[in-house]
Structure formats: structure tokens, C-alpha cells
């Protein structure tokens, strides 16, 4: 079994931060691509940042300059720390995690959600 465990999100005031995680458990034997999409109310979703195994990362526009993706490969972690935090980021954020199995095989595994609600 696998699961990703996500903690972090919350309420907070326009112009602050909070830091969102995400760790992976089971059997694994490695983890490639780790990152965040998040889904508004009435909107699609969209990825928000990614982060390779190799530490290369991307993010949507509208969060360049004020999220920050990175990952701790030890802990089997993924974060996103936001800062100066708008009420258009007020969403239900999904972490994932592409993962290989100890037994070989593959595939994207999502966590439950997390909700950010930001107040203008």
C-alpha cells in the first residue's frame, strides 16, 4: 500500500504565508516527479508547482515569485511554502507523488486535500 498524508493547510489573512506537505508511505523503492495542484470553487484545476527527482522545478505564472516547491527525498516529503498569500489562491490543494513500487511497478498517486481558505 501507498498513501500521501497532507498537512499544513488552513485559514489565513491576504498577505500571509502557510506551508503545506506532503508525505508518502508504503512500499516504496523511489519517487520521481512530487508537486501540488489546486481546484477553486467553479474552476478547473491546474497545477500549481512540480518538482523532479533531480530538483528542477515549475510553476504556474500566477504563483512565480511567491510559492516556493522543494522536497526532502530522506523523509519522502514534498512542500509548498506560500507566501504573500491573495484570496484567488483559496482553493482545495491535491499533492502527488509519481511513484515505483518496490515489485516494479508505476504510477501517480494523489492525497486526499487540503484546504487554503484566504480572507481579503
Known amino acids: 500500500q501507498v498513501q500521501l498524508v497532507e498537512s499544513g493547510g488552513g485559514w489565513v489573512q491576504a498577505g500571509g504565508s502557510l506551508r503545506l506537505s506532503c508525505a508518502a508511505s508504503?512500499?516504496?523503492?523511489?519517487?520521481?516527479?512530487m508537486g501540488w495542484y489546486r481546484q477553486a470553487p467553479g474552476k478547473q484545476r491546474e497545477l500549481v508547482a512540480g518538482i523532479t527527482s533531480g530538483g528542477s522545478t515549475n510553476y504556474v505564472d500566477f504563483v512565480k515569485g511567491r510559492f516556493t516547491i522543494s522536497r526532502d527525498n530522506a523523509k519522502n516529503t514534498v512542500y509548498l511554502q506560500m507566501n504573500s498569500l491573495k484570496p484567488e489562491d483559496t482553493a482545495v490543494y491535491y499533492c502527488?507523488?509519481?511513484?515505483?513500487?518496490?515489485?516494479?511497478?508505476?504510477?501517480?498517486?494523489w492525497g486526499k486535500g487540503s484546504l487554503v481558505t484566504v480572507s481579503s
Open positions: 508504503g512500499s516504496i523503492f523511489t519517487i520521481n516527479a
Open positions: 502527488y507523488a509519481d511513484i515505483i513500487r518496490d515489485y516494479g511497478g508505476g504510477m501517480r498517486y
